[in-house]
């Protein structure tokens, strides 16, 4: 068990290592398919030691890049085979501590008895950045404001990781908050959250997702990474969309 809620393989030893023309390196290992997963459960390539940039791929797939050097997590969305290739490209030294981890996450909506972890979890991670740009927290306002969202909490296993508020403004959903926990943080569970989010826009018939992000919040390179873009540049914050492609428009799409 490790502190994700899941099971946890180390991938130690057996890595060959190739020079790339661009002065990179280019590790590989197989691995097998660990066991049968539960209809909640999914396969993550995880790193805690990452010196560098990387592209992760996966049986020829890639599966996620880093910018900075950064632990990553990557979840595996495609079938595993009985035997399969990871590499990781990176520059300069090997990347450390490898492994698979299989994690059960979901999203379920938020219970009475909730508010309090939700309320003090939001409080814990904002209160610096909403003190320093608009004068200090106000347990009142986010009473308001969580009884006109729709609000859910992230678990990993049984431990709550998370807590999500959401709200529907004509033909976007509005991300009004998305708060992790310290400890599941860096372990790609906010990417993971924006990837229900979007399914949840798609099965609305929503045509985007949009959010409020301080600028000196380390969330906003998470926006960014994943596609959302500035629709109203701020002084303090920025408003953020990603669009939303329905499944009829890339049907359309595929077949012009």
């Known amino acids: 068990m490790n502190e994700s809620g899941g099971y946890r393989i180390r991938l130690n030893g057996f ?8 002065g990179r390196t ?10 049968t997963l539960g209809a909640d459960e999914s396969v993550w390539l995880t790193a805690r030691t990452v010196p560098g940039p990387v592209t992760v791929a996966v049986n020829g797939q890639t599966i996620g890049k880093t910018h900075t050097p950064r632990p990553f997590a990557f979840e595996i969305l495609s079938p595993l ?31 009475p008895s ?30 308001k404001n969580f009884e006109q969202t729709e609000n859910y909490l992230v678990y990993c296993c049984s431990d709550p990781a998370g807590f999500v508020r959401l709200a529907v ?10 708060q992790i926990v310290p400890e599941f943080q860096n372990q790609g569970i906010g990417t993971w959250v924006l990837r229900q ?26 926006y960014r990474r994943v596609g959302f873009h500035v629709v109203i540049a701020g002084e303090t914050a920025d408003w953020l969309e990603l669009p939303i492609v329905l499944p009829k428009e890339a049907s359309c799409d595929s077949a012009t």
């Open 197 to 222: 989010i979007q399914s949840i826009a798609i099965q609305r018939n929503l045509r985007s997702v949009r959010l409020r992000c301080f600028h000196d919040n380390p969330a906003y390179n998470l």
């Open 15 to 22: 890595w060959t290592a190739a020079a790339l023309p661009d």
């Open 81 to 111: 085979e009985p035997r399969n290739e990871v590499t990781i490209e990176i520059r300069g030294e090997d990347v450390s501590d490898v492994a698979l981890e299989i994690r059960r996450l979901s999203f379920e909506p938020v219970r």
């Open 114 to 143: 909730d508010y309090d972890f939700a309320h003090d979890l939001t409080r814990n991670n904002m209160a610096e950045f909403v003190t320093r740009h608009w004068g200090g927290w106000d347990s009142a306002i986010f009473r």
């Open 26 to 35: 280019r590790y590989t290992r197989r691995f097998g398919r660990p066991r």
């Open 169 to 178: 403004d004509g033909a976007q959903l509005v991300l009004d908050d998305l």
